[in-house]
T-cell receptor, first 113, second 119 residues
Framework: GAGVSQSPSNKVTEKGKDVELRCDPI?????LYWYRQSLGQGLEFLIY????????KSGLPSDRFSAERTGGSVSTLTIQRTQQEDSAVYLC???????????FGPGTRLTVL | AQTVTQSQPEMSVQEAETVTLSCTYD???????LFWYKQPPSRQMILVIR??????QNATENRFSVNFQKAAKSFSLKISDSQLGDAAMYFC????????????????FGKGTHLIIQP
Protein backbone atom coordinates (compact mmCIF):
# COMPACT_ATOMS: atom_id res chain seq x y z
CA GLY A 1 0.00 0.00 0.00
CA ALA A 2 0.94 3.68 -0.04
CA GLY A 3 3.62 4.88 2.32
CA VAL A 4 3.82 8.04 4.38
CA SER A 5 3.52 11.12 2.20
CA GLN A 6 4.54 14.69 2.96
CA SER A 7 3.89 17.98 1.23
CA PRO A 8 5.36 20.14 0.01
CA SER A 9 8.58 18.38 -0.92
CA ASN A 10 10.45 21.67 -0.77
CA LYS A 11 9.47 25.02 0.68
CA VAL A 12 11.35 28.29 0.41
CA THR A 13 10.06 31.13 2.53
CA GLU A 14 11.12 34.51 3.80
CA LYS A 15 12.08 35.14 7.38
CA GLY A 16 9.03 36.11 9.43
CA LYS A 17 6.47 34.23 7.32
CA ASP A 18 4.37 31.33 8.59
CA VAL A 19 4.59 27.88 6.99
CA GLU A 20 2.49 24.73 7.18
CA LEU A 21 3.92 21.28 6.55
CA ARG A 22 1.59 18.37 5.95
CA CYS A 23 1.93 14.66 6.68
CA ASP A 24 -0.33 11.83 5.49
CA PRO A 25 0.42 8.68 7.48
CA ILE A 26 0.00 5.11 6.30
CA UNK A 27 -3.68 4.21 6.42
CA UNK A 28 -4.61 2.63 9.74
CA UNK A 29 -1.52 3.83 11.60
CA UNK A 30 -2.59 5.36 14.90
CA UNK A 31 0.75 6.84 15.92
CA LEU A 32 2.39 9.75 14.09
CA TYR A 33 5.74 11.45 14.72
CA TRP A 34 7.52 14.60 13.58
CA TYR A 35 11.32 14.94 13.45
CA ARG A 36 13.67 17.66 12.32
CA GLN A 37 16.96 16.93 10.54
CA SER A 38 19.55 19.68 10.34
CA LEU A 39 23.29 19.76 9.76
CA GLY A 40 24.06 21.19 13.16
CA GLN A 41 21.65 19.22 15.34
CA GLY A 42 21.25 15.93 13.48
CA LEU A 43 17.87 14.21 13.85
CA GLU A 44 15.65 15.60 16.61
CA PHE A 45 12.32 14.23 17.76
CA LEU A 46 9.72 17.00 17.90
CA ILE A 47 6.30 15.59 18.78
CA TYR A 48 4.25 12.42 18.83
CA UNK A 49 0.51 11.84 18.32
CA UNK A 50 -1.48 8.87 19.46
CA UNK A 51 -4.77 9.30 17.68
CA UNK A 52 -5.47 13.03 17.74
CA UNK A 53 -3.76 13.78 21.01
CA UNK A 54 -0.14 14.71 21.68
CA UNK A 55 0.84 13.57 25.19
CA UNK A 56 4.15 15.42 25.18
CA LYS A 57 4.90 18.67 23.35
CA SER A 58 8.18 19.38 25.13
CA GLY A 59 10.26 18.45 22.08
CA LEU A 60 8.99 21.38 20.04
CA PRO A 61 11.90 23.86 19.74
CA SER A 62 9.92 26.99 20.62
CA ASP A 63 6.41 28.33 21.00
CA ARG A 64 6.51 29.29 17.32
CA PHE A 65 6.07 25.60 16.54
CA SER A 66 2.72 23.86 16.81
CA ALA A 67 1.22 20.67 15.46
CA GLU A 68 -2.18 19.18 15.17
CA ARG A 69 -3.75 16.01 13.92
CA THR A 70 -7.35 15.68 12.90
CA GLY A 71 -9.50 12.63 12.32
CA GLY A 72 -6.67 10.41 13.50
CA SER A 73 -5.02 10.82 10.13
CA VAL A 74 -3.44 13.90 8.53
CA SER A 75 -1.14 16.05 10.63
CA THR A 76 0.05 19.61 10.11
CA LEU A 77 3.20 21.13 11.58
CA THR A 78 3.01 24.92 11.65
CA ILE A 79 5.95 27.22 12.14
CA GLN A 80 5.07 30.85 12.82
CA ARG A 81 7.39 33.80 12.17
CA THR A 82 10.04 31.56 10.62
CA GLN A 83 13.69 32.17 11.42
CA GLN A 84 16.78 31.13 9.46
CA GLU A 85 17.62 28.53 12.10
CA ASP A 86 14.34 26.78 11.23
CA SER A 87 15.87 25.73 7.90
CA ALA A 88 15.99 21.92 7.94
CA VAL A 89 14.36 18.79 6.60
CA TYR A 90 11.18 17.97 8.51
CA LEU A 91 10.42 14.25 8.56
CA CYS A 92 7.17 12.58 9.47
CA UNK A 93 6.77 8.93 10.48
CA UNK A 94 3.88 6.71 11.41
CA UNK A 95 3.45 3.36 13.12
CA UNK A 96 0.59 0.93 13.52
CA UNK A 97 0.69 1.29 17.28
CA UNK A 98 2.98 2.78 19.90
CA UNK A 99 5.23 -0.24 20.04
CA UNK A 100 5.65 -0.78 16.34
CA UNK A 101 8.32 0.22 13.88
CA UNK A 102 8.12 3.75 12.55
CA UNK A 103 7.94 4.25 8.79
CA PHE A 104 9.13 7.54 7.42
CA GLY A 105 7.98 9.88 4.69
CA PRO A 106 10.33 11.58 2.22
CA GLY A 107 10.45 14.80 4.23
CA THR A 108 9.94 18.48 3.51
CA ARG A 109 13.04 20.59 2.98
CA LEU A 110 12.39 24.03 4.45
CA THR A 111 14.65 26.92 3.51
CA VAL A 112 14.19 30.25 5.28
CA LEU A 113 15.84 33.15 3.49
CA ALA B 1 18.04 10.86 28.83
CA GLN B 2 19.23 8.29 26.37
CA THR B 3 22.11 8.99 23.99
CA VAL B 4 23.25 7.18 20.86
CA THR B 5 26.82 7.45 19.58
CA GLN B 6 28.09 6.55 16.15
CA SER B 7 31.84 7.07 16.22
CA GLN B 8 32.47 6.60 12.49
CA PRO B 9 31.38 9.66 10.47
CA GLU B 10 32.38 7.89 7.25
CA MET B 11 33.25 4.36 6.17
CA SER B 12 34.38 3.02 2.83
CA VAL B 13 34.23 -0.57 1.59
CA GLN B 14 34.91 -2.40 -1.66
CA GLU B 15 31.93 -3.85 -3.46
CA ALA B 16 31.25 -7.47 -2.37
CA GLU B 17 33.24 -7.03 0.86
CA THR B 18 31.90 -6.92 4.41
CA VAL B 19 31.68 -3.79 6.54
CA THR B 20 30.68 -3.19 10.15
CA LEU B 21 29.17 0.05 11.41
CA SER B 22 29.47 0.81 15.13
CA CYS B 23 26.85 2.13 17.52
CA THR B 24 26.85 2.51 21.28
CA TYR B 25 24.10 3.86 23.47
CA ASP B 26 23.54 4.93 27.02
CA UNK B 27 20.40 4.09 28.96
CA UNK B 28 19.28 3.07 32.42
CA UNK B 29 16.31 1.13 31.08
CA UNK B 30 16.23 -2.64 30.70
CA UNK B 31 13.58 -2.86 28.00
CA UNK B 32 13.92 -0.92 24.76
CA UNK B 33 14.23 -1.20 21.00
CA LEU B 34 17.17 -0.54 18.71
CA PHE B 35 17.05 0.17 15.00
CA TRP B 36 19.27 0.76 12.02
CA TYR B 37 17.85 3.06 9.35
CA LYS B 38 19.33 3.83 5.94
CA GLN B 39 18.95 7.25 4.32
CA PRO B 40 19.98 7.49 0.65
CA PRO B 41 20.23 10.88 -1.12
CA SER B 42 16.49 10.72 -1.77
CA ARG B 43 16.05 11.55 1.97
CA GLN B 44 13.69 8.63 2.59
CA MET B 45 14.57 6.88 5.85
CA ILE B 46 14.34 3.13 5.29
CA LEU B 47 14.28 0.59 8.09
CA VAL B 48 17.16 -1.86 7.77
CA ILE B 49 16.83 -3.92 10.92
CA ARG B 50 15.19 -3.89 14.36
CA UNK B 51 16.22 -5.50 17.67
CA UNK B 52 14.20 -5.90 20.84
CA UNK B 53 16.43 -5.63 23.90
CA UNK B 54 14.78 -8.58 25.66
CA UNK B 55 15.74 -10.90 22.81
CA UNK B 56 19.21 -12.39 23.11
CA GLN B 57 19.31 -13.58 19.52
CA ASN B 58 20.84 -11.12 17.08
CA ALA B 59 18.47 -9.89 14.36
CA THR B 60 19.27 -10.64 10.73
CA GLU B 61 17.73 -9.49 7.45
CA ASN B 62 19.33 -11.07 4.40
CA ARG B 63 22.79 -9.46 4.05
CA PHE B 64 22.31 -7.33 7.14
CA SER B 65 22.92 -8.56 10.67
CA VAL B 66 23.58 -7.00 14.05
CA ASN B 67 25.87 -7.78 16.94
CA PHE B 68 23.84 -6.77 20.01
CA GLN B 69 25.84 -6.70 23.23
CA LYS B 70 23.39 -5.55 25.90
CA ALA B 71 25.84 -5.40 28.80
CA ALA B 72 28.28 -3.35 26.73
CA LYS B 73 25.42 -1.25 25.27
CA SER B 74 26.70 -1.88 21.79
CA PHE B 75 24.67 -2.46 18.62
CA SER B 76 26.80 -2.80 15.49
CA LEU B 77 25.53 -3.45 11.96
CA LYS B 78 27.29 -5.85 9.62
CA ILE B 79 26.66 -5.61 5.90
CA SER B 80 27.86 -8.64 3.94
CA ASP B 81 28.51 -8.73 0.19
CA SER B 82 28.25 -4.93 -0.04
CA GLN B 83 26.44 -3.62 -3.10
CA LEU B 84 26.49 -0.22 -4.78
CA GLY B 85 22.90 0.31 -3.66
CA ASP B 86 23.99 0.10 -0.04
CA ALA B 87 25.68 3.50 -0.30
CA ALA B 88 23.83 5.85 2.05
CA MET B 89 23.82 7.44 5.50
CA TYR B 90 23.16 4.87 8.19
CA PHE B 91 21.56 5.89 11.45
CA CYS B 92 21.40 3.92 14.66
CA UNK B 93 18.31 4.70 16.76
CA UNK B 94 16.95 3.91 20.21
CA UNK B 95 13.39 3.85 21.48
CA UNK B 96 12.06 3.37 24.97
CA UNK B 97 9.68 0.50 25.49
CA UNK B 98 6.26 1.59 26.69
CA UNK B 99 6.64 -0.94 29.48
CA UNK B 100 9.63 0.99 30.83
CA UNK B 101 7.33 3.85 31.69
CA UNK B 102 9.25 6.17 29.42
CA UNK B 103 8.01 9.55 28.29
CA UNK B 104 7.92 10.63 24.67
CA UNK B 105 7.85 7.77 22.22
CA UNK B 106 10.17 9.28 19.63
CA UNK B 107 13.38 7.75 18.39
CA UNK B 108 16.77 8.98 19.61
CA PHE B 109 19.21 8.93 16.70
CA GLY B 110 22.96 8.87 16.42
CA LYS B 111 24.75 11.35 14.15
CA GLY B 112 25.01 8.83 11.35
CA THR B 113 27.71 7.06 9.33
CA HIS B 114 28.19 7.85 5.66
CA LEU B 115 28.86 4.56 3.87
CA ILE B 116 30.72 4.67 0.57
CA ILE B 117 30.86 1.61 -1.68
CA GLN B 118 33.90 1.45 -3.95
CA PRO B 119 33.22 -0.38 -7.24
Amino acid sequence: GAGVSQSPSNKVTEKGKDVELRCDPISGHTALYWYRQSLGQGLEFLIYFQGNSAPDKSGLPSDRFSAERTGGSVSTLTIQRTQQEDSAVYLCASSLAQTDTQYFGPGTRLTVL
Amino acid sequence: AQTVTQSQPEMSVQEAETVTLSCTYDTSESDYYLFWYKQPPSRQMILVIRQEAYKQQNATENRFSVNFQKAAKSFSLKISDSQLGDAAMYFCAYRTSMYSGGGADGLTFGKGTHLIIQP
